[in-house]
């Protein structure tokens, strides 16, 4: 008997090793599939361990770091279906017409600068990083030993591969309950009219709101002279070179820009790494900021050395490689792009006494991506910001800040290529519109007017295709009027696009701030219509006699100088007109201490 109960004992204890000895199997197993990066994420995404690059060896001090500031990403050049529940985020990959535009990352037309993101593993700028570019910069080094070149890019790679290879867990959670709708996908709650917008701009002039600098400078006393010189400037009602009925005082605008020319001093911030910094997109949507960076930085005569020299102060970032560099894809979460902003303005008024003497009102940002509103907020309230994004709802100041032309270059070597259009009597098209139906309004156009009139050529998107976007351009060029509609934002390329291609432009768009709003009068040039108006487009383009379309039809093509780019910039054009309204409205906002 107790030789038969000490047997059921080793019985009992030996199923218990059995079963301890299956869970470990069953364990190893699992850890197994895990390090060989088999287990798959919720979104179809492999869950990569720390131990599967061997490129990447982070100490555990600096993986926190990194996890604190998501500042170099996993970034897809797919960019495809970015969205955002409730505040408009969003990312296309292709233009506003329906065309693919992958990106590309024109050069100057020397050799160095074909290369986009410079190799910094060697590079001596380190010790003026900031903390976030340091990261940044950092990772890029230990990821990519090589040049990376703007084929690459626009092949399908990506600028930094994974920071953090666990950083795909941001993404992991599924869009289980239904979204909610954007805030581009619906109506405005408040609409400012073009007559008041100018009334803003008439009080804005009367009386500045910025601070008053904490010391004198020189530089103030020259910009009060200034100012004083456009207000009292002779009168002029004929001029050679510039149209005075599109002006809304061609005598304070000729002045103006003739003491622009004589005194305007602006330094350029060295501060910042490529991508980011220093890197002009000279093709695309994003063409302007891309233009007036090369344009500015290869400046002679503007640009001084010496920073106790300047008027303005000129900070040289992307807002659209800050979004192609940083952006986590399906994240829906741009913090870490503000971030990275604010610790470049910190570090600047830090390593210089000029961003704090005047609260950063004599500095200024050029940005054509539709983030840079929020991207810049606070940190950069009170600099001029030059924005394609002008909307008056979303913190566009009329006044102070700028609102910047979004022209969609065809041919970076190229940007005046297929200028022009036919005369008033060979324009046959009533109105004319092509695109992809970004946003709520463009659905609403086209519900009204798709093969509705055969006056009103209404279109969705365009087939791809040379042959289809030739057939783009020449409707454009055979239209009295060209429809722009505004898309997920109230800017549209297609109110350059209607003048380069000498088509009186149709603005769709409430509370969308009109390109050099200070010095340009729109009505003498463009159809501004009311959102809510659209069932009535053809009784108001209707409305209006040959004889003044004929008018506008003019001045559409006197004013095409002022939105051309240059690769040598001319007087008037595109480059001296954003550099203009920045002095400008400067001159305006300019306080004695």
Known sequence: MEIRSELRKLSRSGKRIWLTLVAVLALTHILLLLSYGIYRLPDGRRLKLPNEHSALTTTPSSQNALLRNTLAVNVSVAHTGLENSGSGLRNEPEDDEGFVDSVDFESFEDVKDSVIVKEVAGSNESESLFPSEKILMQNVSLQSQKKVKSSVLSGGSSITDPVLENSSLIVTKK???????????????????????????????????????????????????????????????????????????????????????????????????????????????????????????????????????????????????????????????????????????????????????????????????????YETRHHMEHCIKALCNADVTGGFKIGRDISLPETYVRAAKNPLRD??????????????????????????????????????????????????????????????YCLCPKGYEVNSPRVVESIFYECVPVIISDNFVPPFFEVLDWSAFSVIVAEKDIPRLKDILMSIPEEKYVKMQMAVRKAQRHFLWHAKPERYDLFHMVLHSIWYNRVFQAKRR
């Open 175 to 373: 869009m289980s309950k239904k979204k909610k709708k954007m805030r581009c996908d619906l109506p405005p709650k408040t609409v400012t009219t073009i007559d008041e917008m100018n009334r803003i701009l008439t009080r804005h002039r009367r009386s500045s709101r910025a601070m008053r600098p904490r010391w004198s400078s020189r530089r103030d006393e020259e910009m009060l002279a200034a100012r004083k010189e456009i207000e009292n400037a002779p009168v002029v009602t004929t001029d050679r070179e510039l149209y005075p009925p599109i002006f809304r005082n061609v005598s304070m605008f000729k002045r103006s820009y003739e003491l622009m020319e004589r005194i305007l001093k602006v330094y350029v911030y060295k501060e910042g790494s490529r991508p980011i910094f220093h890197t002009p997109i000279l093709k695309g949507l994003y063409a302007s900021e891309g233009w007036f960076m090369k344009l500015m930085e290869g400046n002679k005569r503007y640009t001084v050395k010496d920073p106790r020299r300047a008027h303005l102060y000129y900070m040289p970032f992307s807002a659209r490689m800050l979004e192609y560099t940083l952006y986590v894809r399906n994240s829906h979460n741009r913090t870490n792009l503000r971030q990275f902003l604010k610790e470049y303005t910190e570090h600047i008024s830090s390593k210089y006494p000029f961003f704090n003497r005047t609260g950063g009102a004599d500095h200024f940002l050029v940005a054509c991506h539709d983030w840079a509103p």
């Open 419 to 480: 200028l022009g259009g036919k005369p008033p009597s060979q324009r046959r098209i009533l109105a004319f519109y092509a695109g992809s139906m970004h946003g709520y309004l463009r659905t609403i156009l086209l519900q009204h007017w798709k093969d509705k009139d055969p006056d009103m050529r209404i279109y969705g998107r365009m087939p791809l295709g040379v042959a289809s976007k030739m057939n783009y351009i020449e409707q454009m060029k055979s239209s009295k």
